[in-house]
């Protein structure tokens, strides 16, 4: 399945968007990518097919997060928190909660999506990145069980609502 724009722009073929117009290096950290934000729904359709182990997280006044987990990372989707005004001066600008959006965590997970969704792709490592031998992630892809471990995966990704605690967690997971 080739991801696309659902402006009907590309279908799989050369015109399409390239890896890095789909997924760009977050702020928050080594081995994260923050995912365009018109092909999110796309993205969430495709992992929906895909059985992997999902968890979500919902505290108040604190970011929703639904987390797909897989191979080194997984997928996050954050939504937006709205928090209740008070007497008191308002939220700082620059808040540690995660902004809404989706992201990708992981290296290999980055590999496999961009395969997976046929987006053309660097040949060579990212920084930070240790390359495997071609064809690799997707066996390791393929050859995946569910089991506690993922689904404790899943909710460790599904517990990142600020910027430390997704910090903590690309750590966690050896990025």
Same mark, same amino acid.
């Given at each position: 399945?080739?991801?696309?724009?659902?402006?009907g722009?590309?279908?799989?073929?050369p015109?399409?968007?390239?890896?890095?117009?789909?997924?760009?290096?977050?702020?928050?950290?080594?081995?994260?990518?923050?995912?365009?934000?018109?092909?999110?729904?796309?993205?969430?359709?495709?992992?929906?097919?895909?059985?992997?182990?999902?968890a979500?997280?919902?505290?108040?006044?604190r970011?929703?997060?639904?987390?797909?987990?897989?191979?080194?990372?997984?997928?996050?989707?954050?939504?937006?928190?709205?928090?209740?005004?008070?007497?008191?001066?308002?939220?700082?600008?620059?808040?540690?909660l995660?902004?809404?959006?989706?992201?990708?965590?992981?290296?290999?997970? $980055?590999?496999?999506?961009? #395969? =997976?969704?046929? &987006?053309?792709?660097?040949?060579? *490592? %990212? !920084?930070?990145?240790?390359?495997d031998?071609?064809?690799?992630?997707?066996?390791?892809y393929?050859?995946?069980?569910?089991?506690?471990?993922?689904?404790?995966q899943?909710?460790? $990704?599904?517990?990142?609502? #600020? =910027?430390?605690? &997704?910090?903590?967690?690309?750590? *966690? %997971? !050896?990025?």
């Amino acid at each position: 399945m080739a991801i696309q724009p659902d402006t009907g722009v590309g279908s799989g073929v050369p015109g399409g968007p390239r890896w890095d117009e789909v997924f760009t290096p977050s702020d928050l950290g080594s081995g994260v990518f923050d995912v365009r934000w018109d092909l999110r729904p796309r993205l969430r359709r495709w992992l929906a097919t895909q059985d992997l182990p999902t968890a979500s997280g919902r505290e108040a006044h604190r970011p929703a997060v639904d987390a797909w987990a897989m191979l080194d990372g997984g997928v996050i989707a954050v939504s937006a928190v709205t928090l209740p005004a008070g007497p008191g001066p308002s939220p700082a600008p620059s808040s540690p909660l995660l902004g809404p959006g989706m992201r990708v965590i992981g290296y290999r997970t $980055l590999r496999l999506l961009i #395969d =997976r969704l046929e &987006l053309p792709g660097p040949a060579q *490592a %990212l !920084r930070g990145e240790h390359l495997d031998v071609p064809g690799v992630v997707a066996d390791l892809y393929d050859a995946r069980r569910s089991d506690a471990e993922a689904t404790e995966q899943a909710e460790l $990704l599904a517990s990142c609502t #600020d =910027r430390s605690t &997704l910090r903590w967690v690309v750590t *966690a %997971l !050896r990025v």
